[in-house]
């Protein structure tokens, strides 16, 4: 299957919704297929919210799925930029119908590394702080992880897996979340440990190329130890779903 084809549909119904912070809904979605579902963690989906008299195709995270419950939760972002996606995200309500489409796994847990690091914007956080709670259970709290994560203001903080300890936040105020220089200097200034690790960025894209490059070219990082999702870019909704048919 390629991101150009028309992918199975997987239906489901919202059994609830919740506001989990003023820019972030979580949505719980039960259907027939979802207990057979097999995800790594930070896995996303493609789902196909109302457009008009059809659809449009948007990236999703999933934050939790339990197969005995035939139950999948997602953290969906919403922003000022609106879209099908936003409008979908603030008006979806118990018992409305919405059809996915297989999820994908672009970046997951390297178990094997010695310590890891998680970096990322709000949007990121969702399938980064899955990645961080399965490997917590993995390792039964032995894992060694460093990060942070950076959001506009604290209000807008994603909640963590109760019982772990909090990773760091930093706050971007008003300045912008494209290519930032807040979480930029937020990774420059992490005491990491010697040697090597796995790190896992996911957030804007030119973000992520920052931290990435200063890994690599400031720190030594060799690079296929640094695993990157980029969540979104300006200007380009729907992105990382790949095309409609």
Request: proline fraction near 7%; glycine fraction near 8%; hydrophobic fraction near 40%.
């Amino acid at each position: 299957m390629t991101f150009a084809r028309r992918a199975a549909a997987l239906p489901t119904r919202v059994r609830a919704v919740r506001e989990l912070t003023s820019h972030m809904r979580e949505i719980e979605l039960v259907g027939p297929d979802v207990a057979r579902l097999r995800l790594r963690p930070g896995a996303h989906v493609v789902a196909r919210v109302p457009d008009g008299g059809g659809f449009a195709r948007r990236v999703y995270s999933i934050w939790r799925h339990d197969p005995r419950s035939s139950l999948l939760v997602l953290r969906v972002a919403v922003h000022d930029a609106g879209g099908p996606g936003c409008a979908w995200a603030l008006s979806v309500a118990a018992d409305d119908r919405l059809t996915l489409e297989p999820p994908r796994t672009k970046i997951t847990v390297d178990e094997s590394a010695r310590f890891h690091v998680f970096i990322g914007d709000e949007t990121g956080a969702v399938p980064l702080l899955a990645m961080r709670a399965a490997l917590h259970r993995a390792t039964r709290g032995a894992a060694v992880v460093h990060g942070v994560f950076e959001t506009a203001d604290p209000g807008d903080e994603v909640p963590d897996v109760d019982g772990l300890p909090p990773m760091p936040w930093v706050h971007r105020g008003r300045t912008s979340a494209v290519a930032s220089r807040v979480l930029l200097r937020a990774v420059q200034d992490l005491d990491l440990p010697a040697g090597p690790g796995a790190a896992y960025l996911a957030g804007e894209s030119d973000t992520c190329r920052l931290v990435q490059r200063h890994l690599v070219e400031q720190r030594g990082w060799n690079r296929h130890a640094i695993r990157v999702q980029q969540q979104w870019a300006p200007n380009r909704p729907g992105f990382g779903a790949g095309r409609d048919d």
